[in-house]
Structures are given as structure tokens and as C-alpha cells.
């Protein structure tokens, strides 16, 4: 077709009135009134009471009882790979088609990113492939797993809910189940996204959040972790919070330990937004829905749910057919010319010169599809 750019732009047109970033944060008055009363508190920093209950609410949304919330999804990652045990040179299989703070995460922990393919239909990891790729490439001895080229211990498996799509995360887990995998889940783009009605990002032994401002919700800046048990709750805490020794007056710390605990001036925000975010979650499923009806019978095929999936449609995507991905480029110029921020996936982790060299299966699927993702303006401001 010729003009397929301009046929695509005018399809976003029937929905998009205004110009638009790919996801606008939108704010109510009662976001100010909290916030308001958080400056008014004076305790705008991590000793303040809304991150407490920032993290209750979240408890609360995801049924799960410990949650330690943090100044953003990467430093959250880097503190759950840290709580469940990562240690220098330990592999931790990624897949390259991921935003690149889920690579960078396992980095900041003196680990090694080892890429693994990508699955069509959900986006998250090819678990049948990555069982065939771990069975001819790794062994185990006294129950750890090895990668049998590098020579180091694969320690664990972090899957991605890509655009808040939930992977195959029952396959994960037999995988980890299988080869003796710990799970740190990154969860940033998935908070209300579910599996038989579980929220992702509670399967993992580890789940994290994001609240940057481009996410379903947003405290400016932030993350959350998931976590399974008080012991690794109590770890996640104390080495968010300087690793400081809880005491009145005593300033003793016990280890080397990280600031990255969420301030209560961002949790404010984020407490009056998580009280209102099953009403967030009903409107960004109707966009998914009017979207899904725009493109039905249309020649574009809109990113769908597998069963027993709900996704938050944090983003919604269209996955560009063979003869189509010529046109991709044009698109995402026409319509970013034109006011309407359209994007494509990551270009793949992989590829980046710093891991370049590292260890990685086949990423046949992962190329392809990074050909062939647009993302569409998918924020509340379009209601
Ligand atoms: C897949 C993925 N992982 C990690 C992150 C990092 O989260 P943050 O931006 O809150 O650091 C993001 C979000 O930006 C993400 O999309």
C-alpha cells in the first residue's frame, strides 16, 4: 500500500484528538493534596509516613505482605538480585529484548547479563527454547548450574513483562524449578497485570515495580520490591537504608549499604495514586479495548492477551506484519512529526558495544520481532 503511514496515522486519529507523548502522566487534585500534606509534614525524605504507606497500599493491590519501596525500578532490581544472593561473576539470564536497566542491574552487581530469546506471542522469554538451549549448554554440579563455555555459575533467571504483557511465568518457574534458578521478576511495566488473577511480579522470589513517570502509575520517580519472605524483606531493608543499625539514637551501620529507599515527598504521590488505581486500570483497559476495535479489521494486528492473562496494557503495541515492517520507519517519523509519539522496542541489549561479548543463546526471535513493535500513546490524558 502506498502511504501506509499515512493510512496508520489516520487510523490513531479516530482515537487521538491532541498531540501526545507515548504515555503522559495525568494528575488530580487530590495528587496535590497529598503531596501537600507531605511538605506540610516536614518528613519529605524516607523517615516520613507516606512511604509506609505507599507500601501498604501496594501490599494491599498485589496480596503480598512484604514490600520495601525504592527510588526507582533499577535501583530496585539491583537490590533484589543483591537480596537473593548475587555474587561477582554469577551469570543471570536476560532476555536481550528488554529495556536496558534489567541488563544494567545484573552489571551493577559485578554479574554477567547472559541473553536469551524472546517468545512471538507474549514477548517474554522462549521458555521451550531456553530449556533446549540450557540442557546442551550448562551442567550442574552439587545442584548449581554452570555454563559450560564461560565455566561460571548461572545463579538466576530474570524475566520481563514486556510493555505489562505478562510472559509465561508458570514455564519460568519450572524452568528455575528444574535447573536451581533463582527468579528476580522485573514487574517495572506489569503493576496490574495478572496470571489466573495473581499479579505479576509475585510469582518470582523477587518481583519489582516501577513508578517512573512514564508508567501506569507514577511518584516521579520509584520502584518496589515484591518479596516472599521476612528474611529477605528484613536484607532488602536494611540495605536500602545505609544498612543503618536500628537504633533511637546509635548512628551504626553493619555493611556496605545503598540510599536508595523511596522518599516519602514521591511515596505521597504515589499513595494518592495506588488509592485510586483500580478506576486507572479500568480506563487503561477500555483504551486497550477501543483500540482493539479500530484495528479488527484493519490489515494491523493489535498485541493480544494469551488466556488466563490480563495485561495492564501499560503500552499498546502493534505487531507489524512481514510485508509491512518496510513501512516502520515512515510511521514512526510520520507520526512523531505529527505530534503523536509513537515508538519501537529497545534496540537489543545484546547489541550494545559494553555486552556485546557476552554469553547469549540463539536471538532469532528477538531480531525479528524488534523489527517489527510500535508502540502507540497509551496514557490516561487521551480520555
Ligand atoms: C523493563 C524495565 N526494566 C526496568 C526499568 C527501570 O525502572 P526505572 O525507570 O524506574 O528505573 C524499566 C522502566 O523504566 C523497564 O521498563
Known sequence: MKNFEVYFYNLLKKIIKKKTGLHEPVFINKDFNYVKSCIKSSYVSTRGKFTN???????????????????????GLELALRTVGIKDN?????????FVASVNSIKFCNAVPHFVDSETSDLGIDVLKL???????????????????????IFAIMPVHIFGMPCNIIGIQKIAKKFNLKVVEDATEALGSKFKGKQMGTFGDIGVLSFNANKIITTGGGGALIIKNKKDYNKALHLSTTAKVRHKWRLQHRNIG????????????????????????????????????LFKNTSLSFFEEKKNVKSNFWLNTIILKDDQVKFRKKILDYCNLKGIECRPAWNLISEMKIYKKNPKSNLDNAIRLQKK???????????
Open 53 to 75: 504507606k505507599f507500601e501498604k497500599e501496594i501490599s494491599k493491590i498485589t496480596k503480598s505482605k512484604y514490600i520495601v519501596a525504592t527510588n526507582s525500578g533499577t535501583s
Open 90 to 98: 554469577y551469570e543471570v539470564l536476560v532476555p536481550a529484548l528488554t
Open 131 to 153: 530449556n533446549e538451549y540450557l540442557k546442551k549448554n550448562t551442567f550442574k554440579k552439587k545442584n548449581f548450574l554452570y555454563n559450560k563455555i564461560s565455566g561460571r555459575r
Open 258 to 293: 545503598w540510599n536508595i529507599r523511596m522518599p516519602a515527598l514521591n511515596a505521597s504521590l504515589g499513595y494518592s495514586k495506588l488509592r485510586n488505581f483500580s478506576k486507572i486500570l479500568i480506563k487503561k483497559r477500555n483504551l486497550a479495548f477501543r483500540y482493539r476495535q
Open 373 to 383: 513493535i510500535i508502540n502507540i500513546p497509551s496514557g490516561l490524558n487521551l480520555f
